[in-house]
T-cell receptor
Framework: GQNIDQPTEMTATEGAIVQINCTYQTSGFNGLFWYQQHAGEAPTFLSYNVLDGLEEKGRFSSFLSRSKGYSYLLLKELQMKDSASYLCAVEDSNYQLIWGAGTKLIIKP | IAGITQAPTSQILAAGRRMTLRCTQDMRHNAMYWYRQDLGLGLRLIHYSNTAGTTGKGEVPDGYSVSRANTDDFPLTLASAVPSQTSVYFC?????????????FGPGTRLTVL
């Protein structure tokens, strides 16, 4: 079966750095996506990785290791507005997204 | 430009009733999707459409039907609602199907079936 695992909840301090991990087992791999979802709102796209390595976008970076079935999202200089759920999704061989349950990130002052 | 709109925002429905959730996009995206999101579970694909006139089944299609008469609209119908269909429903679209492409989501419909 297909499986995406990520921690249910994480807590971090404003101004700090946090790493949210995602491991996956899927039928094929075409790419890995990270989305942000604030409570009561729709998911919004953050980043995607196709090749191994680190992709940096401002305060957010995403890393991929295809051989290990592993990715992480790194958030730097945390702000209170970063409190949200972070969703990991893998596009499988049928070009459909398989979603993790999401990691709820709580930022404390 | 509105992007993707969904209606209604929320709905309480008696079991056994028929309900259509509406989704409209103005981005001229070829592909559209319906997901449900339940607490503790990831988004699950119900149905999708790669282009106008075609539809396909996702992971959890039972109890739902869709149509894609044109590029912009992708309604989701519950023929006879059951309590297990209580969920938040998101419509999404992407430029192309069959390629690595970002999906954009509507604001969601919160449906409660009693």
């Amino acid at each position: 079966g297909q499986n995406i695992d990520q921690p249910t909840e994480m807590t971090a301090t404003e101004g700090a750095i946090v790493q949210i991990n995602c491991t996956y087992q899927t039928s094929g791999f075409n790419g890995l996506f990270w989305y942000q979802q604030h409570a009561g709102e729709a998911p919004t796209f953050l980043s995607y990785n196709v090749l191994d390595g680190l992709e940096e976008k401002g305060r957010f970076s995403s890393f991929l290791s295809r051989s290990k079935g592993y990715s992480y999202l790194l958030l730097k200089e945390l702000q209170m507005k970063d409190s949200a759920s972070y969703l990991c999704a893998v596009e499988d061989s049928n070009y459909q997204l398989i979603w993790g349950a999401g990691t709820k990130l709580i930022i404390k002052p | 430009i509105a992007g993707i709109t969904q209606a209604p925002t929320s709905q309480i429905l008696a079991a056994g009733r028929r309900m259509t959730l509406r989704c409209t996009q103005d981005m001229r995206h070829n592909a559209m999707y319906w997901y449900r999101q339940d607490l503790g579970l990831g988004l699950r694909l119900i149905h999708y459409s790669n282009t106008a006139g075609t539809t396909g089944k996702g992971e959890v299609p039972d109890g739902y039907s869709v149509s894609r008469a044109n590029t912009d609209d992708f309604p989701l119908t519950l023929a006879s609602a059951v309590p297990s269909q209580t969920s938040v429903y998101f419509c999404a679209s992407s430029t192309l199907a069959g390629e690595l492409d970002t999906q954009y989501f509507g604001p969601g419909t919160r449906l409660t079936v009693l």
